[in-house]
């Protein structure tokens, strides 16, 4: 049995594709956005709002410690 590719099959590859590249890039900005913020920040403490905090926990929480360790952020857990 022979498997050909559908005209449709090729389209939604070739969309998922150009969607991964947009994300990784947007994912990619963004972390070096946070090196450049961290280097501004020398050391300094971020202070944030309650709300602040909260909205941050609830991102984090859905990354996972393993990964979160893994980016470079201006906020930290501390």
């Known amino acids: 049995m022979t498997h050909v590719i559908q005209p449709f099959h090729l389209l939604v590859v070739a969309v998922a594709g150009w969607l991964n590249r947009q994300q990784q890039a ?3 900005y963004l972390l070096e956005e946070n090196r450049v913020l961290n280097d501004q920040l020398k050391g300094k403490r971020l202070r944030f709002t309650d709300e602040q905090r909260i909205r941050l926990a609830v ?13 470079e952020t201006p906020a930290t857990a501390h």
Not at 59 to 71: M, N, P, V
Request: charged residues 40%.
């Open 26 to 28: 947007s994912i990619d």
């Open 59 to 71: 991102k984090a929480k859905a990354l996972g410690r393993g990964l979160l360790d893994e980016i």
